[in-house]
């Protein structure tokens, strides 16, 4: 009887006990399992995080890569652009080149040979005056011969209507050299305004290809970001989380397993 009231005592301590390891068995079950819930929770967070990261940066490569398409073409277009100026330039200032000087060089002579026109006709006109106006010479005081005065006056006059024939012509050389000096200064300006346009075509497009360098360093910078997003810290972070997240699940199954035991 004694041996039976002993048995029965061991085996309701043992019951006890194994009662207690049962209850906290279930508490690091339990425990477990809201570890597990909130590392997971952990675990979409940033992983929705890191995607989010990547697609922000994949539109924005996206982005740059089109302005990059637009920015070429606008290089190409403005090289174009300048590429014609140069060659218009270049002409223009051939045309200048090859009649500003010759130009210059009749201007100069025709206005020369007027002076000297002008001077002789001046002089001309004061000898035909004396003739006609004098029947006798003033210094000497001598008679002029009527036939030599009226010879004199006919050969001065023929000489006057010459002189302003050649005048007259001369004075439509001048006229004819006037208008191409006009349109050679319009040549001129024609060329400042071409020269100024290629310059500012000239600024704008080392503007542009500085702006473009600076753009494919942005698209290299941003491939680079994209390409880390699986290796930088927020995959290692991940990768931690995942890391405990295993420890976690294998802790579960230990657990469980002792339970059903």
């Given at each position: ?110 206005d020369e040979i007027f002076r000297d026109l002008n001077k002789n006709k001046l002089k ?53 050299i006037d208008e191409d000096m006009d349109a050679l200064r319009t040549i001129e300006t ?72």
């Amino acid at each position: 009887v004694v041996e039976d009231v002993l048995d029965i005592e061991i085996f309701s301590d043992m019951n006890v006990l194994l009662k207690g390891k049962l209850s906290d068995l279930k508490t690091d079950i339990k425990t477990t399992n809201s570890r597990i819930s909130l590392v997971e929770e952990k675990k979409d967070l940033q992983e929705s995080n890191i995607s989010a990261s990547k697609k922000e940066h994949e539109d924005e490569l996206k982005k740059k890569q089109k302005s990059l398409q637009s920015m070429e073409l606008e290089v190409g277009v403005g090289q174009e652009k300048l590429d014609a100026l140069e060659v218009k330039c270049e002409l223009l200032k051939a045309s200048i080149n090859s009649k500003k000087t010759p130009l210059e060089t009749k201007k100069k002579q025709a206005d020369e040979i007027f002076r000297d026109l002008n001077k002789n006709k001046l002089k001309l006109k004061k000898e035909l005056s004396f003739f006609k106006d004098n029947s006798n010479c003033p210094t000497c005081e001598q008679d002029i011969d009527e036939t030599f005065r009226d010879g004199m006056i006919d050969t001065k006059q023929s000489k006057e209507e010459v002189l302003r024939d050649a005048i007259k012509s001369l004075m439509d050389t001048i006229g004819t050299i006037d208008e191409d000096m006009d349109a050679l200064r319009t040549i001129e300006t024609e060329y400042s305004e071409h020269k100024n346009s290629r310059n500012h075509c000239h600024a704008n497009l080392v503007a542009m290809k500085k702006s473009r360098i600076a753009l494919n360093g942005e698209i290299e910078d941003l491939v680079t970001v994209i390409e880390e997003t699986d290796t930088g810290n927020r995959a290692q972070v991940l990768h931690d989380i995942e890391t405990e997240l295993n420890e976690l699940e294998i802790s579960q199954m230990t657990l469980s397993g002792t339970k059903k035991t």
